[in-house]
């Protein structure tokens, strides 16, 4: 009896020193006893939660939070064994603010091992716990849209891939880009384009489950997932559903902008059986929609995977002909329309493929613009064009200019003056006799840049001619302001000259408003006698087409006119 009262006040001796080491503790302590009564709190708990000790003593552990009963199941497992159980506790202050606390409780036992209070050790760690949801945001969120990234919709459609393929459902990717949001982000400027997708984002949200997943993909660009798909018709749905959102016009300060998607549909296991696949089909099924005319959507075929392998084949061996010299250059003969003599020749490239033979433009230039080929093969064109013309130069050709198309990927490079300055210099070729033809569509992608670049070019002595005039989107009163010395009526034009009225309108009124502005005005696509005299008539400058003769190599050329 003696000895179980000495074990008593020795035990009451050592948590009477453990309350009072507490007390001036830097982390948070909280001591209960075996049922969870708290017993006594330090300072430092009392000012992280607001709290003052009265109103903490006598209560239970839990006053400052639930504890989920998963978390408190393993809590008593682990304290009933005499063992220490550490986690993290998100826990209530007094004024109902959340805090999260890194938590160690440990029991403290008696002589006989039964465990007589708790000791509960804590450190706020909200500061900590937010910044890991930061970083964890930043991860896998985007922050323009606070959609999920990239990296968290794969993620997600690994897991519903695998899911799907065990319970044998199907499953959706939709692949969405805005139709010309390039064009709205140039006008508007980036802010406001910035608005214009965080819009979109929301609308495209309203419009699917909450088991759905959207992403800001990149850009313009969004994919969705659909994770359980009953029939496939029902993916159309929810497509013509997306695109409707955008309908309703985006009020952005006080103008309407009108936008508009086109969509690709890829379906599991159908169309892929994993992410990378499902999202590659998807996207080939969005050029499709796209060369529709935007504004509509297409299920994925495997025909599209076809013409994609095609064409990474014909890419891979537009960059082997440059290294091994397969392109060669025509030139078609440009002729004054007063005269009949000489005035110009236009260089056309030609690809002589060992498999296809002779490789006409309309056949690989869409390609090299889309796969950035264009820039490397329009400075070889380029120089091959004035190394010619330098050649027939000293053969004695008279000194008529020779043009050279520039693609709008092209014409907008930053050294591109550089680049014609350093190729004349090499070819020693007077820039007077160079002529650079341009698109209209060019001008409008960015018209300071592009006034700045002419007027260079102009500078230096280099005439420019707008080419393919009437199928863009420009006036002649608003091409005025670039130093123009060319225009090249389209053959579109000439070719119903005799058939309809309005071309023959539309060619005069160009050919009368250019002369007025001091332009130069070439006809292409010249075929017959009566189209020539037409020209004439009108006091059209140069024409060129077949009716003077197809384009041919520089040899028969030489042949030719020397």
Same mark, same amino acid.
């Given at each position: ?11 009451d ?23 969870? $009564? ?61 805090f ?14 039964? $465990? ?29 849209t ?86 496939a ?5 929810v ?34 059986d ?37 064409r ?57 613009e ?8 329009t ?19 008279p ?67 707008i ?69 004439k ?26």
């Amino acid at each position: 009896m003696i000895t179980n009262l000495e074990s008593d006040l020795h035990q009451d001796e050592r948590l009477a020193k453990l309350f009072k080491s507490v007390e001036s503790s830097p982390v948070m302590i909280m001591i209960t006893d075996s049922a969870g $009564t708290i017993e006594k709190v330090n300072r430092k708990l009392c000012k992280v939660t607001g709290y003052r000790p009265a109103e903490l003593v006598g209560s239970s552990m839990t006053v400052l939070g639930k504890i989920d009963d998963r978390t408190l199941q393993e809590m008593r497992r682990k304290l009933e064994a005499g063992a220490e159980w550490t986690g993290k506790l998100c826990s209530m202050k007094k004024c109902g603010e959340e805090f999260w606390e890194e938590v160690s409780i440990f029991p403290i036992q008696d002589h006989e091992g039964l $465990t007589t209070h708790h000791v509960k050790v804590a450190e706020d760690i909200t500061l900590r716990k937010n910044t890991e949801e930061a970083i964890r945001f930043l991860a896998f969120y985007d922050n323009l849209t606070n959609l999920p990234n990239r990296r968290l919709f794969i993620d997600r459609l690994k897991f519903c891939i695998n899911r799907n393929r065990r319970e044998q459902e199907l499953l959706a990717v939709i692949s969405l880009d805005l139709d010309n949001f390039k064009k709205i982000n140039n006008a508007l400027g980036h802010s406001l384009g910035d608005r214009v997708l965080k819009i979109v984002s929301e609308r495209f949200s309203d419009c699917l489950r909450s088991s759905d997943t959207v992403a800001h993909y990149s850009g313009d660009s969004f994919i969705i997932m659909l994770s359980k798909v009953a029939h496939a018709d029902h993916v159309a749905t929810v497509a013509e559903k997306l695109l409707r959102s955008l309908q309703e016009p985006i009020g952005l300060t006080g103008q309407e902008i009108h936008i508009t998607a086109s969509a690709g549909i890829a379906l599991f296991p159908e169309d892929g059986d994993d992410a990378a696949i499902l999202l590659k089909n998807a996207t080939l099924a969005i050029q499709r929609a796209k060369m529709s005319g935007g504004n509509c959507y297409h299920y994925f075929d495997p025909a599209m995977h076809e013409a994609a392998v095609k064409r990474i084949s014909m890419e891979s061996n537009l960059r082997r002909g440059l290294r091994q010299q397969e392109f060669l250059l025509h030139y078609q003969p440009q002729f004054d329309c007063r005269s009949g003599r000489l005035s110009g020749l236009e260089a056309l490239v030609r690809w002589r493929d060992p498999a296809m033979g002779v490789v006409r433009p309309a056949e690989f230039i869409p390609l090299s613009e889309e796969t950035g080929f264009i820039l490397p093969l329009t400075e070889w064109v380029l120089r091959s064009a004035c190394r010619q013309r330098k050649e027939w130069e000293l053969l004695g050709l008279p000194p008529v200019r020779i043009a050279v198309n520039l693609s709008p990927r092209q014409f907008l490079q930053k050294n591109l003056t550089q680049l014609i300055a350093g190729i004349l210099e090499d070819a020693r070729l007077s820039p007077s006799l160079l002529e650079v033809e341009i698109t209209e569509n060019a001008l409008a992608e960015d018209v300071l840049a592009a006034r700045k670049i002419l007027g260079t070019l102009r500078q230096m002595g280099v005439s420019i001619a707008i080419d393919d005039f009437g199928t863009g989107y420009s006036s002649l009163s608003q091409l005025k302001s670039f130093p123009i010395t060319t225009l090249k009526i389209d053959q579109s034009f000439i070719r119903t000259l005799n058939d309809e009225t309005s071309s023959a309108a539309i060619v005069c009124a160009v050919i009368a408003m250019s002369h007025e502005m001091g332009i130069k005005v070439i006809a292409e696509g010249v075929e017959n006698a009566e189209q020539e005299q037409f020209l004439k008539e009108q006091e059209c400058d140069n024409a060129q087409g077949f009716l003077y003769g197809e384009p041919v190599d520089a040899d028969e050329i030489t042949k030719l006119f020397i």
